[in-house]
């Protein structure tokens, strides 16, 4: 196998699980179900996209930080208390999905009513390597084990977005976003087609 680069939530792992457990116990109690937590992180996204739309840029960010702390504990939840579920893991990767979406629809109809349409323009360019790393991920793991390597994964897109916002540097943010989401997108492609070439060669070989 090739050697994969770990991404901030690689990195981090699960070392978090137990610090976050307790402060959900804390916020929501024993009975916390982990997809309220999913939810609830949902519902903070489309009002951070909705500030971002109207040019509230530091609220914005901060909404987006506490849209990514509920990320967090929805999975860590769900491992603590052992609450992982298949549907679950689908239900989180489907409202990430609308999560990243809603953000960046938010840009890019701010600077669409501000007439910027060379920012306009980037922010779709962002908005479609977002939606192509998970969905390139999705398709590898048909075939490969894990296919979880690149530069621009969730995680660091969220915490660009947000500084993006709260240092109101977001045409800094999307050309960095724009250029890197796309390079994983390759990385990717590039490892799954080196992967399932030494597949193929194992099986020929067999």
């Known amino acids: 196998m090739s050697k994969e680069k770990p991404m901030i939530s690689e990195k981090l792992g699960h070392r978090l699980d137990h610090i976050l457990s307790r402060i959900a116990r804390v916020l929501f109690g024993e009975s916390i179900h982990p997809h309220f937590l999913t939810f609830t992180g949902l519902v903070f996204n489309v009002l951070a996209g909705i500030c971002l ?123 960095v976003l724009a250029i890197f989401t796309h390079i994983t997108v390759i990385q990717r492609i590039h490892y799954t087609w080196k992967e399932m070439q030494k597949l193929e060669e194992q099986a020929a070989n067999q």
């Open 53 to 175: 739309g109207v040019g509230y840029w530091v609220m914005g960010g901060v909404l987006i930080c506490l849209g990514g702390f509920f990320d967090l504990l929805d999975g860590a939840v769900a491992r603590v208390f052992n609450r992982v579920t298949k549907f679950g893991g689908f239900l989180d990767s489907v409202i990430d999905r609308y999560s990243d979406t809603i953000l960046l629809i938010g840009v890019i109809w701010y600077f669409a009513q501000h007439r910027d349409l060379g920012y306009t323009f980037l922010a779709l360019i962002v908005l479609m390597g977002s939606l192509l790393i998970p969905y390139s991920r999705a398709k590898a793991e048909v075939f490969l084990s894990r296919c979880n390597i690149g530069l621009m994964e969730r995680a660091e897109r969220t915490i660009l977005l947000a500084l993006g916002s709260l240092f109101d540097v977001m045409e800094i943010v999307l050309w």
